[in-house]
């Protein structure tokens, strides 16, 4: 098994402080429909950073699924400069053939030897489950396959819902994975959990096991309106999770942040939201976001948060990729020495 890097921001430098004090949108950029080689580009889905090549990876849901690099991302936010788009990668089998339009790609875990972790949404057919999956930055190709919990697969009232699958994966502080469904699986339905996601944890020897639930503390009883947590990310000192909880209705797009303590292995109660924001106001677009991912730091050590949308291939959305940073008040104690 090959691991991402433990490369977690600690609170002080990646959350508001006070905490109500929210976040500052510094930058939004809006990337093109096409590439330069007439290719159409967007269903992006989740976001990695690449701090040593100042390179932001986007991963497309797209039919035939692909890996694009923007950047560069630091440059840029000092500059005041438009992000560089490079050539879509495809995500491709063993053989090398293209993966088929059931793959789905959605969260995105970089790794240490020019890899990345992709995991897929999946359908409620056999051949077509939910998986994750490890794939080589320098051809696409895919290098390894994981199952997801049985717990989660799809079986008569039982597994991830259709168009429900996973869409959040996360470096973890021990340096393996975690991720999470975004919507409850059809048992927890069934036991009235409207609201409560499962999540799963993947340790250094490869070995994935269920790691508790998270409430995402917005059920809606609106039969229009859909509620799913679409990203999650870690940090540490100490450990946490940061949730990208998003409400649709047809044409109609909120989201909100939540802060959730690390889940315990085993515990049976769901996590309850320490904190959270609303991430769609007058500063930042009404808009599907979908991905996250830690950015570079800002000069006073403040670490940025890169959020990414996905313009569903409509011609009336668009591919968005925007840079907070979290506040700071006068009240705070200053930042630590670096």
């Known amino acids: 098994m090959v691991w991402p890097l433990p490369e977690l921001p600690m609170r002080w430098e990646a959350l508001p402080c006070p905490l109500d004090a929210g976040w500052a949108l510094i930058r ?3 990337l093109p429909k096409r590439a330069d080689n007439g290719l159409s ?9 690449q701090a040593s090549d100042d390179r932001l990876w986007l991963v497309s849901d797209a039919s035939r699924g692909y890996l694009l690099p ?3 991302v630091a440059k840029a936010l000092q500059s005041g400069g438009q992000l560089q788009v490079g050539p879509r990668l495809v995500l491709r089998n063993q053989s090398g053939t293209p993966l088929p339009s059931t793959s789905d790609a959605e969260g995105l875990v970089l790794t240490g030897d020019h890899g990345v ?5 999946g359908r409620r057919r056999a051949g077509h489950q939910a998986r994750l999956q490890r794939f080589s930055l320098r051809n696409g190709r895919l290098l390894e396959t994981m199952s997801l919990p049985s717990s989660w697969t799809a079986l ?3 597994g991830l819902a259709v168009n429900q699958g996973p869409e959040s994966l996360t470096r973890s502080i021990d340096g393996g994975m975690v991720l999470a469904a975004e919507a409850p699986l059809l048992q927890d339905l069934e036991v009235g959990g409207r609201d409560i996601v499962r999540l799963a944890h993947v340790n250094l020897e490869g070995v994935m096991q ?3 639930r998270i409430r995402l503390d917005s059920f809606s009883s609106d039969p229009k309106q859909t ?4 990203e999650l990310l ?8 940061l949730a990208l909880i998003r409400r649709h209705r047809p044409l109609q797009w909120t989201a909100r942040l939540q802060v959730f303590s690390w889940p315990e292995p085993m515990s049976p109660l769901a996590l309850q939201p320490i904190t959270g924001w609303d991430l769609t106001s007058e500063e930042i677009p009404r808009d599907n976001w979908e991905g996250l991912a830690w950015g570079p730091k800002l000069e006073d050590g403040r670490r940025t948060l890169v959020i990414v949308s996905d313009d569903n291939f409509s011609l009336i959305q668009r591919n968005l990729v925007g840079v907070l940073a979290p506040r700071r008040s006068p009240r705070c104690q200053s930042l630590p020495e670096h």
């Open 156 to 158: 008569p009232g039982q």
């Open 227 to 230: 509620v799913g947590l679409t």
């Open 70 to 72: 923007v950047g560069p």
């Open 210 to 212: 269920a790691r508790g």
């Open 234 to 241: 870690a940090l540490d000192g100490p450990p946490a999770l």
């Open 28 to 30: 939004l950029w809006e």
């Open 117 to 121: 972790w992709i995991v897929s949404e």
């Open 41 to 49: 580009l967007g269903g992006f889905s989740a976001a990695a950073y």
